[in-house]
Nanobody
Framework: QVQLVESGGGLVQAGDSLRLSCAGP????????LAWFRQAPGQEREFVAA????????TYADSVKGRFTISRDVTGSTMSLQMNSLKPEDTAIYYC????????????WGQGTQVTVSL
């Protein structure tokens, strides 16, 4: 079992920045790919960004490229999502997720943290 705990959500204005964090079990992180997904009201959950913990390789959704940066603290056990130039359409519940390297789907999910961007 992989437990993930998100933090850092909140209410900001358009153009502001926000940083989300996700803490996971240090002893298993090297075998995982960690990611952020988000789900806005009435919409399906969508992929935001991912990082392979061991290799550090990152991927992003087109909608956040150039604005969001995913990173991991290899000395600790925390992954972060730095969100800059936030837009109202970024408003959603953001979920941290993990999958074992080689798996096709994400099996482990955090409880989610709300991000609200006002005009």
């Amino acid at each position: 079992q992989v437990q993930l705990v998100e933090s850092g959500g909140g209410l900001v204005q358009a153009g502001d920045s926000l940083r989300l964090s996700c803490a996971g079990p240090k002893r298993t992180l090297s075998y995982l790919t960690l990611a952020w997904f988000r789900q806005a009201p009435g919409q399906e959950r969508e992929f935001v960004a991912a990082v392979a913990w061991s290799a550090g390789r990152t991927t992003y959704a087109d909608s956040v490229k150039g604005r969001f940066t995913i990173s991991r603290d290899v000395t600790g056990s925390t992954m972060s999502l730095q969100m800059n130039s936030l837009k109202p359409e970024d408003t959603a519940i953001y979920y941290c997720a993990a999958k074992r390297v080689g798996d096709s789907s994400y099996s482990y999910w955090g409880q989610g943290t709300q991000v609200t961007v006002s005009l």
